[in-house]
């Protein structure tokens, strides 16, 4: 058997790596985790979607400053939300490769199929990695994995997350 060069343990190397596409300063967080962090990420791309405040009744049709075009639809907005899955997900993860109009193989899906491709727990995953949360936040496409985690923080089962439930009242 013939030993491994270096090329080759460099490919190897590089192939073990947790994830090439999530920016350095994010998969070993350059600064401490911190909630203002948090809120400024947050806040950068409440901004570049516009500012939209969507607070009419669920039953009232709501208008869009991209005329009638939904936000994660629109041409630069579509492709966001695509990062909001790439950065915020562990590799392997399919849902990895939507976008706000995407499925994973590419395919444009109706508008109306919005529902199956939801991308808020994307983007909570997406900021709480800029942020920094390193380790400290169980990345998921639903919203479940990390109330479950926050939880289990706040009942003392487990440590090291940069979560907690409390209490609402």
């Known amino acids: 058997m013939r030993p491994i060069g270096p090329v080759c343990c460099l490919l190897l190397l590089a192939g073990c790596a947790r994830d ?4 350095p300063f994010a998969a070993r967080p350059y600064a401490p985790f911190s909630r203002q962090e948090t809120i400024a990420i947050a806040l950068r791309e409440w901004r570049l979607f516009g500012q939209i405040v969507a607070d009419a009744p669920p039953t ?3 208008g869009s400053p991209l005329g009638g075009t939904k936000p ?6 579509w492709q ?9 997900q562990h590799p392997g993860v399919a849902a990895r490769r939507w976008t706000g109009r995407n499925d ?8 109306t199929a919005d529902a199956r491709y939801a991308w808020s727990a ?4 997406y900021v709480m990695r800029i942020a920094g949360a390193g380790d400290g936040f169980p990345y998921a496409p639903d919203h ?18 940069v979560i907690t439930a409390l209490s609402p009242s």
């Open 20 to 23: 090439a596409a999530v920016p």
């Open 60 to 62: 009232s049709p709501l």
């Open 72 to 77: 994660e639809r629109a041409p630069g907005l």
């Open 80 to 88: 966001r939300v695509g990062e909001y899955w790439w950065i915020g």
């Open 104 to 111: 994973a193989s590419g395919q444009e899906f109706p508008a």
């Open 122 to 125: 994307a983007f909570i995953s």
């Open 144 to 161: 479940a994995a990390y109330i479950e985690q926050a939880l289990a923080m706040a009942q003392g089962r487990v440590a090291g997350y």
